[in-house]
C-alpha cells in the first residue's frame, strides 16, 4: 500500500489508516496513511508551513 500524505510505502505491521471514500454513481474507494509518516518523524521538532 502507498501512503496518500507521504507517497512512501506502508509495510506490514506499519500502523497505518484507513480512509473510505463512498461514490453515489460508481464503487468507492479506499485511501490509506500511515498513522505517522515517515518524514515526519525525520522533521519532528522544525516547523513546517505546509501542514
Excluded: L
Excluded at 2 to 31: L, W
Amino acid at each position: 500500500m502507498i501512503c496518500v500524505r507521504c507517497q512512501q510505502g506502508i509495510t506490514p505491521g506499519e500502523p497505518y489508516e484507513e480512509h473510505h471514500h463512498d461514490s453515489s454513481s460508481a464503487a468507492g474507494c479506499t485511501n490509506y496513511s500511515h498513522k505517522r509518516c515517515p518524514e515526519d518523524e525525520e522533521s519532528a521538532g522544525s516547523s513546517r508551513g505546509d501542514r
